[in-house]
């Protein structure tokens, strides 16, 4: 920076008097106001563009059309203003002299100091202006100036979409396809990364080969592309499965395949970036770098977690020792600042915001909700079901800007059509063998036409646009930001339009109710007599899957819940006895009052809605409020695990009388069967 700062200003500090300089300043305080009026037309541009996307939601909600998602249509008008903006409106050219030339010893640096005459003048950087283009200056402002830094996405606009996902989550249906979903957005994204990223790196040497490379692409490029190209977005699938009451837990697949993997794939991106082999060549392979960033993967990952996770139960804690419940707008506003404030404290800390915003979502969801007030509760939904949908397609809409905005785009026909192929087999390699895996645990099959449905849902979306803009620097950077926009444009029209036809065409159930799946069938009460080997087996598999959920399901009912919300029964009830101080002092009034518990409609995870019954002869034993017949035999004889056992309301009393009864049934060669759906 000081060689360029001598230099200018021996070529420009001569010649400078003080009617030049009060010139300058007329000229600069006007260029300010004409700034100002260029930055207002910018965004009413984006704003009209917003309203015209919803006038015309409505009208094809109307009309009851479905093979044009609304995020399609934000494309294609911000196609159409992109098209004004770059050919519509005449380049006026008032830079006709040649431009003043210098050479530097260092390269561009982003904010330049020049001394006029004794006064310095500081310059900031706005990017490298195509030659060609160099006397169009109006012109490349304007451009410029619609052209948004990467930083927004990622600060202002992706936030409310992540924490949406994780907010509005159905968590009964995502958490009895957990295991499948982790590994759909886990291996699933990594295979899905391998293999676009080696089919590329064999693109990019076919593009060498035949002259059409002019610049350097490496192999850790090619992983980049496959990491930021494997995060999946079907917004439009998941809206018309929505409109149409898809199968539950086809929705679950998809949703929660798409919330995670995206959090997987801006962690994986950030691992292959940090991936820097020791010495001259650091583009080979390195086995030490290698386990590096396998180690920076599983480091931001769980650390983003840990922060997300903790954000959300300090709001739960504040939430439940306050009376921010008597004013709402506080409360709503303290859940706003400190939901958002989570995906900036992750980045300044060097973690991934994405990853720390969701899981932020899903503890806000499961504990903080249960702690606002009524007006909070309906407030807070609303708030980020809003900023959600006019975040999304603010991006969709200026992805068709910036199609013809962009002045950097490198259109390789070679590497596009490589790119659509690549993608094609990694989600194919993604969700084929992964679902004949997950089949071999589940009772419940992954159907055929489930896994066609997902192979034809893997559109890319807001996430792989949001990576891809974020680093547009380099030669490989500016071709796969070009082909992003294309494969993001293709996907949305063609396959989120094809959505409709393609769920009748594979059979799959619509008008479903949400919960129809989550009722366990008349056989699923039961308890097996004898030492068949069909009833052990039957016995055996239902017992084990369940024991897992279950240890969960009560620590959480009995320990966090009633530390972190109102809900659940009082601590006092559920810690030893020695620890009655710190239970009392946890222990709010509001716990005693609703010692029926204060359950939210979801805090059944993994047992469903279903009554949780166990039968032991003829003795029933209900987890959802009454016992079945078999305890009207035994005369009235029933537990309950919401409080009802001859008028006691601890739990503990139900676990010892399940221990004692299943021990004397076991013991006389009766088992013991958990009415629990074994997903995986």
Known sequence: MMAAWILLSCAWGQGMRAEDFAMEELATEKEAEESHRQDSFNMLTFILLLTLTILTIWLFKHRRVR??????????????????????????????????????????????????????????LKGEINSREIHNVEQNDMLRKVTFDPEVFFNILLPPIIFHAGYSLKKRHFFRNLGSIITYAFLGTAVSCFVIGNLMYGVVKLMQAVGQLTGKFYYTDCLFFGAIISATDPVTVLAIFNELHADGDLYALLFGESVMNDAVAI?????????????????QFDASAFFKSVGVFLGIFSGSFVMGAATGVVTALVTKFTKLHCFPLLETALFFLMSWSTFLLAEACGFTGVVAVLFCGITQAH?????????????????????????????????????FTFQNHIFSPIFIIGAFIAIFIGRALNIYPLSFLLNLGRRHKIKGNFQHMMMFAGLRGAMAFALAIRDTATYARQ???????LIVFFTVWVFGGGTTPMLSWLHIRVDVDPDQDLQPSADSFQVLQGDGPQAEGQSKTKQESAWLFRLWYTFDHNYLKPILTHSGPPLTSTLPSYCGPLASCLTTPRAYENHEQLRDPDSDLIRGDADLTFTFGDTAITANGASGSGADAAGGSGWSANGKRSGSTSEEALERELDSREQELLSRGTRLVFPIEDHI
């Open 367 to 403: 504990y903080t909700y249960n702690n606002l007030s009524e007006e909070s509760t309906k407030r807070t939904k609303q708030l980020f079901e809003v900023l959600h949908f006019l975040a999304e397609n603010f991006i969709f809409s200026y992805m068709g800007l910036a199609l």
């Open 479 to 485: 071709m796969m930001f070009t082909t992003t926009l």
């Open 67 to 124: 093979f044009l998602h609304e995020t399609g249509l934000a494309m294609i008008y911000g196609l159409l203003v992109g098209v004004i903006l770059r050919y519509g409106i005449p380049a006026n050219s008032y830079h006709n002299k040649t431009p003043a030339s210098c050479s530097l010893r260092e390269g561009p640096t982003s904010t330049l100091l020049l001394n006029v005459s004794g006064k310095f003048f500081e310059y900031t």
């Open 267 to 283: 962690v994986l991106s950030s691992s292959i970036v940090a991936y820097q082999p020791a010495g001259a060549n650091t583009h």
